[in-house]
Each structure stands twice: as structure tokens, then as C-alpha cells.
């Protein structure tokens, strides 16, 4: 069933460019996901998980991502908790280790899952809903908004767009060019075919004269 403004007093309709997003609104009873939810993009679930970490008490990370082979489209994405994984503990660069800063990473399972549908819609296939921290969001860690971190990943996928056009118009010029040069040996092949068999007739009426003679 996908979001919808309409159903029921907990939705507030969040403009995302020209797209009607559905959120958690303030004062209400909290949205939860729950596996099947439906959503018109992947901004649309971005920002609907978004709204209910913020309500919950937890900052939402944009985590790992699945492709596709044939066109890079994004099909399949985990958004999760900013506390999940853990922080690796980094040897110094002439051998002690530093001391650790303290980590924000505890492991935390807490995530949904959302896949492109052939239906056009994005579907949540599967949501981990407990914690393993206290939810309590800190004012410095609420300023590490979803939209500095999608900022990052849209220029990075912009630039791979880009990277992909040339090497698919670099290798359309070098199969025309690839083409050009196989009509022109061909050509050439038959050119030389023909001063072959003109040599060898010229040879063969030489022949004949001088047996004449």
C-alpha cells in the first residue's frame, strides 16, 4: 500500500521538486515502516525514514546500495542508523595506536530495506525496528542532515553519469572508426587482387610473344 496524505491525521504532505512526499507530522502518533510500505521514489523513502528517525530519536545513514550491471540505475537501498558497524581501531604511523576518539558506531541493527518495484514503486522488503542504544539524538548529531550526505552521493553519481557517456560515445567513435578502416582494407585488398591478376595477364601475353617469336 503506498504513503498517502489521506490516510489519517499523521501525515503532512512534504513538497520534494515536483513530487508530494508523505511524513510523519509533528505532535501525532509516529508513522512506523513496516514491510510492503510503498513510496514514489527513493526520496520519498528517504525522507519519510528520515522524519521517523528524527521523531524517534535517532539519526538516519544512507548505507550500502545495489546497481544495475546494464545502466547503473540504482535497485535496491538500505537506509539504517548512524550508530550501526563498528569503528576499526587505527595503529599509529610508527607503531602505537592512537588514542580512539570517541565513537558514535555501536553496532546497531536497526534499518529498513527498500527495493524498486516493477510496479514503479519503491517497496520497503524489510525493516529491523529495535535498537541496541538509548534513542536520544544530541543537537550536533541532528545538524548532520540527510541532504549534506545525498548532496555528496548525487554529484558522485552525477560524475559517474558522465564518466559512462564518454566511454559509450568514445566507443561508438571507435567502432565507426574500426568500421572505416575494414571498408578501406577491403577496398585495398581488392586493389591489389586486381594489379595481381593484371601482372599475371601481362606475364601470360608476354609469354605467348616470345614463344611467337
Known sequence: MAVDSN?????????VGR???SAPCEGDSIIEPYEGMEFESEDAAKIFYDEY???VGFVMRVMSCRRSERDGRILARRLGC???GHCVSIRGKFGPIRKPRPSTREGCKAMIHI????????VITRFVKDHNHPLV???REARQTMDEK?????????ELRNKKRLCAAYKEQLTAFMKIVEEHSHQLSNKVR?????LKEYEFIEMELLQRK
Not at 527495493?115 to 519503491?122: A, L, M
Not at 586486381?194 to 593484371?198: I, P
Open 82 to 84: 548512524n550508530k550501526e
Open 137 to 139: 539524538v544530541s543537537a
Open 115 to 122: 527495493k524498486f518495484d516493477k510496479s514503479g514503486k519503491w
Open 150 to 158: 545525498d548532496k555528496q552521493i548525487q554529484e558522485l553519481t552525477a
Open 53 to 55: 528517525a528524527r521523531r
Open 7 to 15: 490516510e489519517g491525521a499523521g501525515l503532512v504532505e512534504t513538497t
Open 19 to 21: 513530487e508530494l512526499v
Open 194 to 198: 586486381n594489379v595481381v591478376n593484371n
